[in-house]
Nanobody, 121 residues
Framework: QVQLVESGGGLVQAGGSLRLSCAASGRTFSSVSMGWFRQAPGKEREFVAVISWSSGNIYYADSVKGRFTISRDNAKNTVYLQMDSLKPEDTAVYYC??????????????WGQGTQVTVSL
């Protein structure tokens, strides 16, 4: 059974940092892209970042570019999202996704359950 388990969410003040992790199990994901999405209350799930299997191609949403960094460790079947200079508008449930290629939610095959990130003023 394929599982993606996110961790590292929490409450942080504006300007602070958090590091999210997503551990994959049930199969190896070293040959597929992995990504992060987020969903704020009352809003649709939106693309945050994607990283190719080799880490050679990385893309970010404009809203997080320069503040967030996606990375992966294929030996550990884990993808990370380092979030710096956090803003209240970054508050959302953050989801890890695997086996996709675009910013469209429907293009991704596997999803985690999400981890809450709350940024206070």
């Amino acid at each position: 059974q394929v599982q993606l388990v996110e961790s590292g969410g929490g409450l942080v003040q504006a300007g602070g940092s958090l590091r999210l992790s997503c551990a994959a199990s049930g199969r190896t994901f070293s040959s597929v892209s992995m990504g992060w999405f987020r969903q704020a209350p009352g809003k649709e799930r939106e693309f945050v970042a994607v990283i190719s299997w080799s880490s050679g191609n990385i893309y970010y949403a404009d809203s997080v570019k320069g503040r967030f960094t996606i990375s992966r460790d294929n030996a550990k079947n884990t993808v990370y999202l380092q979030m710096d200079s956090l803003k209240p508008e970054d508050t959302a449930v953050y989801y890890c996704a695997a086996d996709g290629s675009s910013g469209r939610v429907a293009d991704w095959v596997y999803w985690g359950q999400g981890t809450q990130v709350t940024v206070s003023l």
